[in-house]
């Protein structure tokens, strides 16, 4: 008796696995075409961009596309290369300026937008309007800005007698000018979503803090912010990623210059590539900048506790 | 009357058929003779240069002279070099005709990714004698050559640099004349510096173009013995002190933002005679006296680049008409070019708009190129042909050709910058940007002497 139904039990967990084993089969065969172009039109390109990296592939000799006799070679000339090393502490510079600024005036937009009252509702959408701008519209309103020939606050503060030095050709300003430009571009964005986020904050839980006693401030620092971390976390993920595509300002404000003092990474690797024509040495480039990422976008996850919130 | 009709046979529909195709393809058959490529459009590329502008106003005449149709893309110059230079690499067949770059030719000339023109012009079906190839001036096509003397490209642009001082009056109020050498140059712009609110110098911030002379000047070079020997010679104390003076000049005498300037807005400082002085080529200079929006027309002044105490170099950057390698209209192309450079379409651009960057000889030494190029009282034809004899066959130029020039240059670039910005000492910029030119040569696969 006992042997028939344990032998029983065994032929319903068979049936059971067999039966988990043929829907695993039917959903992979469901996925497989939008997973086989998922890969082409991801992971292809990625793919090709490491195995670039592995050559010496330039442009103006075509036997080096497939030469992996030194596939390391890249990598050994990147780690010898000051001016790689330079853009990477000058892209540090600006990811940490440019995210702490737009999540700071971003936050602090928000909270005067989430005020209700009838004139910030109106000027609401004047916010929005540097980030809708195409980003070569913005470098160029910059780039008048900044040129004191044509720059109406050049002629300003010249009429007021103050003697302001030239941002984008200035090694001590220079970096400052791209962080404003790129700041006054993108603020909208994080004050958009955390004005989204304030909207869903209970109000049981401000009047709560109220009736303890806490003031406007502390409302905001321990009850509010806390409960839009995610929100906060997701708008600094997005900066701090498109902060490292920064390229449009840098092109036309100071194309890395005044020497290399706003050449990041990026820069560097386009004009490997398209000044120089050396693909391999820019692909290798861009797969540091993209390993860079992944490994800053995992740490902030991690310090944060992104993920495991409830 | 019954009217009889026949049932149309199979025979008439195809023999009615085929007497239309006839008709049909009659124009170009029974026309006037156009060009065997008649009913082709070819496709060209270049960079914003005035010749285009010029130029692209008389295409409806080549296109009906020859029946070929022209569509030309027209870019940026950094734009158009680094697009040109991947559809090259890939032996694209998109264009027809393009603008081979000066600081492009060694590259792609040498990597073959341009036609060799002797093709068209060593046959006489193609190119009829007095199209006359030998006109160009020899050091304009120097750098279009090959080793062997293959020509890929005919000059459309030969970029003379000359000095334009805008307030010329300014200088000659100071008591002086205008410089001819770099000592004069910095005495003047002492002299001239601030008055009436205008700054005596002005540049773009194409260092790699604008100091070469002035190293040259004093005795440095760029390479050892370009394109033989390209060990780069930027480390040397002539290359520093050079560099030292031209970043002086540019911040001590020139407009506030000098190190952002380009192309542009270094011209409208002078035109609008906010700055005084600049040297550059011809085409930045005339409309300094032609341009109904300048100020300076009654006081700008011209002459030769100012010497160092080695001689007198000014820079020539040639710029041509080639066919790349890929295009599948190559012999339509050549029509294109043949016309576009004939000396009576050039004769056409001088006295019709002034064009004053001519390569042909037999034009440049004409009554109207003289005339167009007399400006504000001043024979500027002649600076130009003085400049263009003196290049010779191009010898200290070829420095500009090298395949590895691109990456160079940028160092030069951020050197110049970085000693004017006072980030570096000459000598430690100058040393920088050696070692970066070092490893961009040697990665290229050429070898160095030291």
């Not at chain 2, 050709?401 to 004017?420: K, W």
């Amino acid at each position: 008796m006992t042997v028939t139904l344990s032998s029983a039990r065994r032929a319903l967990r068979w049936r059971d696995a067999s039966l988990t084993r043929q829907r695993r089969r039917f959903l992979v065969l469901c996925l497989a075409p939008a997973l086989a172009v998922l890969m082409v039109v991801t992971l292809a390109p990625i793919v090709s961009l490491v195995v670039t990296s592995f050559t010496p592939l330039t442009l103006t000799n075509p036997t080096t596309a497939w030469n992996f006799r030194e596939p390391l070679l890249n990598y050994r000339l990147l780690a010898a290369d000051e001016r790689f090393r330079n853009s990477l502490w000058v892209q540090a510079q600006l990811s940490f300026w440019t995210v702490g600024l737009q999540l700071a005036i971003g936050i602090g937009f928000a909270l005067l937008l989430n005020l209700r009252s009838g004139l910030v509702q109106a000027v609401r959408t004047a916010f929005l309007v540097p980030m809708v701008l195409p980003p070569i519209v913005v470098a160029i309103i910059w780039k008048v800005l900044y040129t004191p020939d044509i720059s109406p606050a050049y002629w300003l503060f010249k009429a007021l007698g103050w003697s302001v030095p030239v941002l984008i050709t200035s090694p001590h300003w220079a970096l400052a000018a791209i962080v404003i430009a790129d700041t006054w571009e993108w603020f909208p964005l994080t004050m958009l979503m955390v004005l989204a986020a304030l909207q869903t904050v209970p109000e049981e839980l401000i009047d709560a803090a109220r009736i303890d006693g806490a003031r406007a401030w502390q409302t905001t620092f321990y009850v509010v912010l806390p409960y839009i971390r995610g929100t906060l976390m997701v708008a600094g993920l997005f900066r701090l990623i498109d902060s490292i595509k920064a390229f449009p300002l840098i092109y036309l404000l100071t194309a890395g210059g005044p020497g290399s003092v706003t050449e990041v990474t990026n820069y560097y690797a386009f004009e490997q590539a398209f000044n120089f024509s050396y693909l391999g040495f820019s692909s290798a480039i861009t797969v540091v900048l993209v390993l860079v990422t992944l490994i800053l976008s995992w740490l902030v996850v991690r310090l944060t506790g992104w993920g495991t919130l409830e | 009357m019954a009217e009889t009709r026949t049932k149309p046979t199979r025979r008439s529909i195809l023999s009615g058929a085929a007497g239309g195709a006839v008709l049909l393809a009659a124009p170009p058959i029974l026309g006037k003779a156009k060009s065997p490529y008649a009913g082709t459009t070819i496709r060209g590329a270049a960079f914003s240069l005035p010749f285009h502008q010029y130029l692209r106003q008389y295409f409806p005449e080549f296109e009906e002279k020859t029946g070929i149709k022209v569509a030309f893309d027209i870019e940026a110059f950094p734009v158009y070099n680094q697009r040109m230079d991947l559809e090259l690499s890939t032996g694209g067949s998109s264009y027809d005709v393009i603008i081979v770059t000066f600081i492009y030719q060694g590259r792609w000339i040498g990597a073959g990714w341009v036609t060799d023109l002797d093709r068209f012009t060593k046959n006489p079906e193609d190119t009829p004698p007095d199209w006359d190839p030998a006109d160009f001036i020899p050091g304009v096509e120097a750098s279009m050559r090959d080793a062997k003397g293959h020509t890929y490209a005919y000059g459309v642009e030969a970029g003379a640099m000359l000095l334009y001082a805008a307030r010329g009056d300014l200088i000659e109020k100071a008591g002086l004349a205008l410089p001819t050498t770099m000592d004069e140059l910095i005495r003047v712009c002492e002299a001239v510096n601030g008055k009436e609110g205008v700054a005596a110098w002005t540049a773009d911030s194409l260092h790699h173009w604008n100091w070469p002379p002035y190293l040259m000047g004093m005795g440095g070079g760029i390479f050892k013995d370009p394109p033989k020997d390209l060990t780069p010679m930027l480390d040397t104390p002539v290359a520093a002190q050079a560099a030292e003076w031209y970043a002086n000049l540019l911040m001590t005498y020139g407009p506030p933002g000098i190190l952002s300037y380009t192309d542009d807005q270094a011209l409208h400082s002078q035109l609008s005679g906010r700055a005084n002085m600049r040297t550059n080529a011809i085409t930045w200079g005339l409309p300094l006296a032609k341009n109904p929006s300048s100020t300076v027309k009654h006081t700008v002044r011209y002459g030769m680049v100012p010497a160092g105490p080695k001689g007198d170099f000014p820079g020539v950057a040639c710029h041509g008409f080639g066919i790349p390698k890929g295009s599948r209209k190559k012999g339509a192309a050549w029509e294109f070019i043949k016309w576009a450079l004939s000396k009576e379409m050039l004769t056409r651009l001088v006295k019709e708009h002034g064009y004053p960057s001519v390569c042909r000889r037999s034009v440049i030494e004409s009554e109207p190129f003289k005339q167009a190029l007399t400006l504000n009282g001043q024979d500027v034809a002649a600076l130009y042909l003085k400049v263009l004899d003196q290049l010779g066959d191009g010898a200290y130029m070829r420095y500009r050709t090298v395949p590895v020039f691109p990456e160079v240059g940028d160092a030069i670039n951020r050197a110049i910058s970085a000693i004017a910005t006072k980030q570096m000492t000459a000598t430690a910029a100058l040393k920088q940007a050696q070692a970066q030119a070092v490893e961009a040569i040697e990665m290229a696969g050429y070898k160095i002497s030291r």
